[in-house]
């Protein structure tokens, strides 16, 4: 069975940091990725990472603030978030994708649950 399973977010203040974790399961996914949804706006592409390359994308909107990561061995990734704005605010999801480019924003076919990020002024 494939799962995504994230934790981490919460409240922070502006400036502040935040880590999210995305265990995946069940499937070897060739590129894991973050998106987000902030209330009344669709959901955005934050970061894709390719397992087998490592080589990672950012949206222009995090590029140098949030780093993703990963851990072979908890076949998890990592999502930091640093110097984090209120306009970061927004429900973070994981994504996989079994094929296909990290510059693709299709494909993804695996999400995980979501998670809350506020990002107080």
């Known amino acids: 069975q494939v799962q995504l399973v994230q934790s981490g977010g919460g409240l922070v203040q502006a400036g502040g940091s935040l880590r999210l974790s995305c265990a995946a399961s069940g499937r070897p996914f060739s590129t894991m990725g973050w998106f987000r949804q902030a209330p009344g706006k669709e959901r955005e592409f934050v970061v894709a990472?390719?397992?087998?390359?490592?080589?990672?994308q950012y949206a222009d909107s995090v590029q140098g603030r949030f780093t993703i990561s990963r851990d072979n061995a908890k076949n998890t990734i990592y999502l930091q978030m640093n110097s984090l704005k209120p306009e970061d605010t927004a429900v973070y999801y994981c994504?996989?994708?079994?094929?296909?480019?990290?510059?693709?924003?299709?494909?993804?076919?695996?999400w995980g649950q979501g998670t809350q990020v506020t990002v107080s002024s």
């Open positions: 994504a996989a994708k079994l094929s296909g480019s990290i510059y693709s924003r299709s494909g993804y076919g695996y």
């Open positions: 990472f390719s397992w087998s390359g490592g080589s990672t």
